[in-house]
């Protein structure tokens, strides 16, 4: 399909890394393979290295900045190839860092990452639309005037798109029941994040399976007024019951 997951772990002495999150294909052309195949393993590279010119203490700036530099870096890499195909994502890192648990989002185009702590839910990402007031003025300051429904993506060849995600953090508390809900602009044309909270609240009870089939199902007989392309709704649920404490 157009959506391609990631969901992966990566264990190393000083953490460990969750990946998880959404590549959502713009334009055909290999971005989104490009992207899956090789995000985590330069992310890692970059952060083994940081991490080992601090003595193995892993810090928020060295997996903060080993995630922008992979992301920039394998942009200049697939334009290089002379690719058309572009991308937009919402990716989520979970590590351990000194005595705390952190979830880093990065987020790029009209993806949406939103995070549930006890009965509230956070909107951790911004859509990166020109419509949207938040990120309005952001791309004014960039000077960008571009016709696009999203003016920020991965692999795009016009010069004025923005390629670096914009990031954000949740802290956890050992105690926290957590869940993260990662999806493309088809589920959030169709409703806004209040209504899928409330989508979500109503499946207490239901096991995993039957929580997604019936998320999927609300959110498809949602109507989306004004909306020509309603796009998938492809959706990934991330729960954590609870933090172990070491």
Not at 31 to 46: F, G, H, P, S, T
Not at 48 to 71: C, G, Q, T
């Amino acid at each position: 399909g157009k959506e391609a997951v990631i969901f992966n772990t990566v264990k190393r002495d000083y953490s460990d890394i969750s990946f998880f999150g959404l590549i959502d294909e713009q334009e055909p052309g290999g971005a989104k393979e490009y992207l899956q195949d090789k995000l985590i393993q330069r992310v890692m590279e970059n952060l083994d290295l940081k991490v080992k010119e601090n003595e193995a203490v892993l810090r928020d700036v060295d997996l903060v900045n080993a995630f922008l530099s992979a992301s920039v870096t394998l942009n200049e890499d697939y334009k290089a190839l002379g690719s058309t195909g572009s991308v937009v994502y919402s990716v989520n890192l979970a590590a351990r860092i000194g005595h705390e648990v952190k979830v880093f989002n990065f987020n790029l185009g009209d993806c949406r990452t939103l995070a549930k702590r006890g009965e509230s839910w956070v909107q951790m990402s911004v859509d990166a639309k020109a419509a949207n007031e938040p990120f309005k003025s952001y791309v004014e300051q960039t000077g960008i005037n571009e016709p696009l429904s999203t003016v920020a993506a991965f692999g795009s060849q016009k010069e004025s798109v923005i390629t670096t995600p914009r990031v954000s953090c949740l802290t956890l508390d050992f105690q926290d029941k957590f869940c993260v809900a990662i999806a493309p602009n088809g589920i959030w044309n169709r409703l806004t994040s209040k209504q899928f909270g409330d989508l979500y609240n109503q499946q207490a009870g239901c096991n995993e399976e039957d929580k997604l089939r019936n998320i999927i199902s609300s959110v498809n007989s949602f109507s989306a007024s004004n909306v020509s392309n309603r796009g998938n709704s492809t959706l990934l649920l991330v729960e954590y019951t609870g933090l172990v404490e070491v």
